[in-house]
């Protein structure tokens, strides 16, 4: 494992934020007189409000950090210009990789699976820290125990899986529905930081295979294997068979070992234990994901299940091999 220690690791700047005031948020603000007159004081409409943190000083005075409607788009435009700047000035050369074994006959899928930047969980209160930072460095030490444990393969290429709520929010504090989260910084943070790590991870494994279409479903062929990607969120599991064989039909055809590598119920299986079936002709998997516990999964006692990167071995001829996991 010690090859791989010194490229594992993002940068202190890339992954160490230190966010201020965790203080409770609340986003209703009607009748809170301690509020209304610092808005007063400071020309702040209420109607450009977006969200609000409010704690008390030792002194018992009230203190305020407001985001408005005009703090939001600064935002939004900073991060896009950050976004610029790191593409254009991260454009590495690679030298070509030669390969000792040109016989390599083995498909590496390394699916880290939920990992929810942005999400805060205290490790007091749940048992289970988890932060912006904490979520980076289990990806990449899932990586990299994935790596390690599969040298003994002769691994021709490389899938690997991107997306599926690698954020943890879609808004301010709260998931696409509202439902408001404990959060660690802000979105386009957390955005930022997604960004970075996937650009580490990449430089680690050198030889992927990229899918970046819009596509809900993905599909990869390799050898006899077909491989179906998806959140978990859309279609039911009993239709996905089905779904593989009308969607792709010549791969079907040219394949006799079919998957399903599923996401998303990484938080209901604390209840419902289900993390594969088999049907005729595929297999569906649901993948473990590395990310904490967060307060209101620990208080309504959805606890116990292992956080893991999981990753498959795939024989060109032969199917899924082997089932790799790194726990945390």
């Not at 289990?138 to 003994?152: C, H, P, T, W």
Request: aromatic share 10%; net charge negative.
């Amino acid at each position: 494992m010690k090859k791989y220690g010194k490229r594992l690791r993002l940068s202190k700047e890339e992954v160490e934020m230190v966010y201020e005031n965790r203080a409770e948020s609340t986003t209703n603000i009607n009748g809170n007189t301690a509020l209304d007159i610092h808005l007063s004081e400071r020309g702040i409409k209420k109607d450009d409000v977006v969200s609000v943190k409010h704690w008390q000083s030792a002194s018992g005075e009230y203190r305020f950090s407001i985001v408005t409607k005009e703090d939001i788009t600064a935002n939004e435009n900073d991060m896009l210009d950050k976004i610029s700047d790191f593409i254009e000035n991260h454009s590495p050369y690679y030298p070509s990789v030669k390969r000792e074994n040109k016989d390599a006959n083995h498909l590496l899928v390394i699916n880290p699976a939920d990992i929810h930047i942005g999400k805060y969980a205290n490790g007091v209160e749940t048992g289970d820290g988890y932060d912006v930072e904490t979520a980076c460095m289990r990806v990449l030490e899932g990586l990299q125990g994935l790596i390690y444990k599969a040298e003994g393969f002769e691994v021709e290429r490389i899938l690997f899986c991107i997306g599926n709520d690698i954020l943890h929010i879609d808004n301010e504090y709260t998931t696409t529905a509202g439902t408001g989260q404990d959060v660690d910084g802000k979105w386009w943070e957390h955005f930022e930081v997604a960004l970075a790590l996937y650009v580490k991870c990449v430089e680690i494994l050198r030889e992927i295979a990229f899918d970046i279409s819009v596509a809900h479903r993905k599909y990869y062929k390799y050898g006899k294997n077909l491989i179906g990607l998806e959140h978990g969120d859309g279609a039911k599991m009993a239709n996905l068979p089905l779904m593989m064989a009308q969607e792709k039909p010549i791969m079907w055809s040219e394949t006799k070992y079919r998957y399903w590598y599923l996401h998303h119920l990484h938080h209901k299986v604390k209840h419902k234990w289900l993390d594969a079936k088999d049907f005729i002709g595929v297999t569906v998997e649901y993948m473990r994901s590395p990310s904490g516990t967060d307060s209101w999964h620990s208080r309504k006692g959805y606890v116990g299940v292992p956080k893991a990167v999981e990753g498959f071995l795939h024989e060109k001829t032969s199917g899924q091999v082997a089932r790799l996991v790194h726990y945390f």
